[in-house]
T-cell receptor, first 118, second 115 residues
Framework: KAGVTQTPRYLIKTRGQQVTLSCSPI?????VSWYQQTPGQGLQFLFE???????NKGNFPGRFSGRQFSNSRSEMNVSTLELGDSALYLC?????????????????FGEGSRLTVL | QQQVKQSPQSLIVQKGGISIINCAYE??????FPWYQQFPGKGPALLIA?????SEKKEGRFTISFNKSAKQFSLHIMDSQPGDSATYFCAASRGWETSGSRLTFGEGTQLTVNP
């Protein structure tokens, strides 16, 4: 079974630009969440989607947004990039919300998209 | 405030030794405590998890000890191996079955196991 796939793996942007990151969850998973990882702040929750609906949102400014498609694939967008947005953006999928599944709470992370803002 | 504090920040252990990483939380509503392991260039992967109805959970060389009254939990790695060298994150969430995938992570511990 293929794991969580994130694209692109690396990208460089300049301040003021916007960026879109993509995530394909494990087949059959319908819950997708996004985390930002930085050396200073660690892993911080951005948002979670289930069945194309945002279920939870972390404490990030409105420049950070996301969406989920009917095939469970998800995208996140960061507009008006700032230097502090440089980070590894991780996507995770889970079995949460699937009736009849044994939901252990496990998140399956992708390898991340490393964003550098210059 | 929903924080999870993790220590130490880094840890060096000799092969065969015991690695111990500690975490403390504030929110008594937390009811799910996983540990994730992350290798360079990879995403975190679930190592072991515990719910507060038990005080200890063991899976192979990895054990979680949980102290509900002290609001602390720890990861013990027995017979540490060089392949265990990675960054370890504790985490917590509340009402996972209803709140989904929102984990609050500790700051991480970089473990190095010397051969």
């Amino acid at each position: 079974k293929a794991g969580v796939t994130q694209t692109p793996r690396y990208l460089i942007k300049t301040r003021g630009q916007q960026v879109t990151l993509s995530c394909s969850p494990i087949s059959g998973h319908r819950s997708v969440s996004w985390y930002q990882q930085t050396p200073g702040q660690g892993l911080q929750f951005l948002f979670e989607y289930f069945s194309e609906t945002q279920r939870n949102k972390g404490n990030f400014p409105g420049r950070f947004s996301g969406r989920q498609f009917s095939n469970s694939r998800s995208e996140m967008n960061v507009s008006t990039l700032e230097l502090g947005d440089s980070a590894l953006y991780l996507c995770a999928s889970s079995l949460w919300g699937l009736a009849g599944e044994r939901n252990t709470g496990e998140l399956f992370f992708g390898e991340g998209s490393r964003l550098t803002v210059l | 405030q929903q924080q999870v504090k993790q220590s130490p920040q880094s840890l060096i252990v000799q092969k065969g030794g015991i690695s111990i990483i500690n975490c403390a939380y504030e929110n008594t509503a937390f009811d799910y405590f996983p540990w994730y392991q992350q290798f360079p260039g990879k995403g975190p992967a679930l190592l072991i998890a515990i719910r507060p109805d038990v005080s200890e959970k063991k899976e192979g060389r990895f054990t979680i000890s949980f102290n509900k009254s002290a609001k602390q939990f720890s990861l013990h790695i027995m017979d540490s191996q060089p392949g265990d060298s990675a960054t370890y994150f504790c985490a917590a969430s509340r009402g996972w079955e209803t709140s989904g995938s929102r984990l609050t992570f500790g700051e991480g511990t970089q473990l190095t196991v010397n051969p």
